[in-house]
């Protein structure tokens, strides 16, 4: 597409050109997600991201850390360090125990005009999405959800990536005339980062919340965790088995529970098994799902459309069975079987049964 | 009880063509239908009017043919619709959208408060998430997305009692109208309008209200203009260099073995932490 190399639009291609007020905008910034007492993983995977575009910038990357004041509040400054950020950003208040929005924004929105940072980045999980929002709004700057890929182009702007409506397009973002650029990313879109061992230590700027209870008008009546044991834990698993459509109807998805049960992996569907009722929503892997990094992702009976490949591919190994050799899903997935999926899962649930069980004799 | 609901006309199937120049998506000649998500924010409302009284007055921004998309919300049981459509609009990013909207309800409300604002969780184009909280922190509303239940409304004390989907569990969660919900998908199930209601949508008056007619003077805030973010570039993914590579064999169970000589040969690590993870059972 000749977008590709030429700006398509006059505004598109015109040239940035940043407002006085916003000239000293400057670092990078992450928001580490805290609640109850724990750092959500995509915070990490943030630092991890957030640390090469500072340095690709040659400026810091900061964590922001807001909690109460409690010892899981100071174990994510620590982690913070650990995963990269110079500097963290703490407030810590009882207000910033569990998530609310008010309090959280108003926490956001005064760092950020105090502290002026270019590129803040935040996890697009239900807490991220639900302050960005408001954030940005408050802040009257760009937000880009969602995306799939960040960088940073030869005028120093942030190039957000993320899929566009429909079959096959990708569309890159830009925040030109206005700071900070924001940007979303799902979990496990970005590699989780190698954690420094031993001491670690950076800035650590505090910074009072000056909210009461009183001017919070949400309040919280209770909270009522998963019972996270069975719960799918899709996006952390190592093994993925998945069906699509081609599996033809909804009896026969057991074989792909079958092969995920002799793997000891998580099972999970395209999205069209969970709008026709076959599979329950948190099983669905794609831009509307989850995204996974497994070791081994098997994909029986999905096309591969963009939505779903953007879900897989940050993968090691992906094994596609399809009867369709040009299948769309060929062209990201490593190895494929051509054959039919019927009788290809039960095939391979036996051949790995047999596999694991002589070798675990052997071994 | 005044209940606004913001719904979206987005294209029906994954056939996009993008326009040359703007880089924006081209809609026409594709099928549309009212974002599914906006449906289960849409049906919580009616039960909340049905439940109280009042009306649920459906609002959105779009080209005139988005009309559609408020009379097939009329057939099935709102009472008033608003059509916000301009030219200036076209091109706008997530912050115009919430503008607009946010405008536009201002200007509902000079005529009737409105007690809540209900948005979708997301759309199935746009697919951002954003335009509700943008919307609710314009109005300086109270924020309540991925609510999975409405507990209960106190409409005296104006009170209201929601479960909100949050990461690892649902926080329950008490707040004052007016606020701005956007409902998890799943959590109800639409209605079919009936025969009245059908009739109605027919002959019902949309108002259709421009940039101005809403109240908007600063068009720099709508559209192309006043959107803080600019698409540089669509693109098809690359391809990666190398295709897929099919393993060899006749039939089932030769397939399925040379597949799996191929998975540990490029991943050898991982038969060793299989076998480990298997060895609880
Ligand atoms: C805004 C938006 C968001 C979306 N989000 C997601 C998302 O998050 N996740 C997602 O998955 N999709 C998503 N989609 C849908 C996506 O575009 C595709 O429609 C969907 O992924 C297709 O699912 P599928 O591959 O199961 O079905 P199909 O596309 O119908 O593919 C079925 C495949 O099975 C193969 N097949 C048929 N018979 C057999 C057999 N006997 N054995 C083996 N193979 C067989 C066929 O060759 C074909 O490749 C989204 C779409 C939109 C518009
Ligand atoms: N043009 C629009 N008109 C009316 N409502 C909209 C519009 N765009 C977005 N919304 C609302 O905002 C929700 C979230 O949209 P989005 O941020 O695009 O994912 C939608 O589900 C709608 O309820």
């Known amino acids: 597409m000749s977008a590709d190399n030429k700006p398509a639009s006059s505004r598109a291609g015109m040239k940035k050109q940043l407002p006085e007020k916003f000239i000293n905008y400057k670092h990078v910034w992450v928001f580490v997600e805290l609640?109850?007492?724990?750092?959500?993983?995509?915070?990490?995977?943030?630092?991890?991201?957030?640390?090469?575009?500072?340095?690709k910038l040659g400026v810091q990357l900061a964590g922001v850390v807001m909690g109460p004041p409690a010892a899981t509040t100071r174990a994510a400054v620590e982690g913070s360090y650990r995963y990269g950020a110079d500097t963290v950003y703490l407030m810590e208040d009882p207000l910033l125990t569990d998530y609310r929005n008010e309090p959280f924004t108003k926490a956001?929105?005064?760092?950020?005009?105090?502290?002026?940072?270019?590129?803040?980045?935040?996890?697009?999980?239900t807490l991220g999405r639900d302050l960005a929002g408001s954030v940005a709004t408050t802040l009257a700057t760009g937000l880009t959800?969602?995306?799939?890929?960040?960088?940073?182009?030869?005028?120093?702007?942030?190039?957000?990536?993320?899929?566009?409506?429909?079959?096959?397009?990708?569309?890159?973002?830009?925040?030109?005339?206005?700071?900070?650029?924001?940007?979303?990313?799902?979990?496990?879109?970005?590699?989780?980062?190698?954690?420094?061992?031993?001491?670690?230590?950076?800035?650590?700027?505090e910074v009072p919340l000056n909210m009461k209870e009183d001017d919070v008008i949400t309040k919280i009546l209770d909270f009522i965790a998963d019972n996270t044991t069975n719960k799918a834990q899709l996006a952390y698993a190592d093994v993925v088995v998945a069906g699509g459509m081609g599996l033809g109807k909804p009896e026969n998805f057991k074989l792909v529970k079958d092969l995920a049960e002799v793997l000891g992996a998580e099972y999970g569907g395209s999205r069209p098994l969970v709008q026709k009722g076959?599979?329950?929503?948190?099983?669905?892997?794609?831009?509307?799902?989850?995204?996974?990094?497994?070791?081994?992702?098997?994909a029986a009976g999905i096309s591969g459309a963009i939505q779903h490949r953007v879900g897989v591919e940050g993968a090691d190994l992906i094994l596609a069975i399809n009867t369709d050799p040009n299948a769309p899903i060929m062209d990201f997935a490593h190895l494929a079987i051509i054959g039919d999926a019927m009788t290809i899962l039960p095939a391979l649930t036996e051949a790995f049964r047999k596999r694991l069980s002589v070798n675990r004799m052997a071994g | 009880m005044?209940?606004?609901?913001?719904?979206?006309?987005?294209?029906?199937?994954?056939?996009?063509?993008?326009?040359?120049?703007?880089?924006?998506?081209?809609?026409?000649?594709?099928?549309?239908?009212?974002?599914?998500?906006?449906?289960?924010?849409?049906?919580?409302?009616?039960?909340?009017?049905?439940?109280?009284?009042?009306?649920?007055?459906?609002?959105?921004?779009?080209?005139?043919?988005?009309?559609?998309?408020?009379?097939?919300?009329?057939?099935?049981?709102?009472?008033?619709?608003?059509?916000?459509?301009?030219?200036?609009?076209?091109?706008?990013?997530?912050?115009?959208?919430?503008?607009?909207?946010?405008t536009a309800i201002q200007k509902i409300m000079e005529t009737?408060?409105?007690?809540?604002?209900?948005?979708?969780?997301?759309?199935?184009?746009?697919?951002?998430?954003?335009?509700?909280?943008?919307i609710c922190c314009r109005l300086g509303m109270q924020q309540l997305t991925y609510v999975q239940k409405v507990e209960s409304v106190d409409p005296a004390k104006r009170e209201i009692v929601?479960?909100?989907?949050?990461?690892?569990?649902?926080?329950?969660?008490?707040?004052?109208?007016?606020?701005?919900?956007?409902?998890?998908?799943?959590?109800?199930?639409?209605?079919?309008?009936?025969?009245?209601?059908?009739?109605?949508?027919?002959?019902?008056?949309?108002?259709?209200?421009?940039?101005?007619?809403?109240?908007?003077?600063?068009?720099?805030?709508c559209g192309l203009r006043g959107s803080p973010t600019v698409?540089?570039?669509?693109?098809?993914?690359?391809?990666?260099?190398?295709?897929?590579?099919?393993?060899?064999?006749?039939?089932?169970?030769?397939?399925?073995?040379?597949?799996?000589?191929?998975?540990?040969?490029?991943?050898?690590?991982?038969?060793?932490?299989?076998?480990k993870q298997s060895a609880g059972y």
Not at chain 2, 254 to 275: G, H, M, N, V, Y
């Open chain 1, 35 to 55: 609640e109850r007492g724990e750092v959500h993983p995509v915070s990490w995977e943030l630092l991890g991201e957030g640390r090469k575009l500072a340095d």
């Open chain 1, 108 to 125: 956001m929105t005064d760092l950020v005009n105090t502290y002026q940072p270019e590129i803040l980045l935040l996890g697009a999980t």
């Open chain 1, 145 to 205: 959800a969602d995306c799939t890929e960040l960088a940073i182009d030869d005028e120093g702007s942030l190039a957000a990536t993320r899929p566009t409506f429909g079959g096959s397009l990708l569309c890159t973002i830009h925040t030109l005339n206005f700071r900070p650029q924001m940007a979303t990313i799902r979990p496990r879109v970005m590699a989780m980062p190698e954690a420094k061992d031993g001491e670690v230590s950076g800035g650590l700027i």
């Open chain 1, 278 to 298: 076959w599979i329950d929503s948190d099983r669905q892997i794609g831009q509307t799902g989850k995204t996974i990094r497994p070791k081994l992702y098997i």
């Open chain 2, 2 to 102: 005044h209940i606004v609901v913001c719904i979206k006309q987005v294209p029906d199937s994954a056939q996009i063509r993008v326009h040359p120049v703007t880089n924006t998506i081209m809609r026409q000649g594709v099928p549309t239908i009212i974002n599914p998500y906006d449906l289960f924010s849409l049906e919580e409302a009616l039960r909340l009017r049905d439940a109280f009284g009042g009306k649920v007055t459906v609002l959105t921004m779009g080209p005139p043919m988005a009309e559609d998309s408020l009379r097939k919300a009329l057939g099935i049981g709102a009472d008033d619709a608003v059509l916000l459509t301009d030219r200036f609009f076209a091109g706008s990013d997530t912050l115009a959208t919430s503008f607009a909207l946010a």
């Open chain 2, 112 to 134: 009737e408060p409105v007690d809540m604002v209900f948005a979708g969780k997301q759309t199935i184009d746009g697919d951002t998430a954003q335009v509700g909280p943008g």
């Open chain 2, 162 to 221: 929601v479960h909100r989907r949050s990461e690892g569990g649902v926080q329950v969660l008490k707040t004052s109208l007016p606020c701005m919900i956007t409902m998890l998908e799943g959590t109800n199930q639409i209605r079919y309008g009936t025969m009245d209601d059908m009739f109605r949508a027919a002959r019902a008056d949309v108002r259709v209200w421009s940039a101005a007619a809403a109240g908007i003077e600063d068009m720099t805030r």
């Open chain 2, 231 to 275: 698409v540089k570039k669509v693109f098809a993914p690359k391809a990666r260099a190398q295709k897929a590579r099919p393993v060899d064999g006749e039939g089932a169970e030769a397939l399925a073995a040379a597949a799996i000589e191929a998975i540990f040969a490029s991943q050898p690590k991982l038969e060793s932490d299989l076998l």
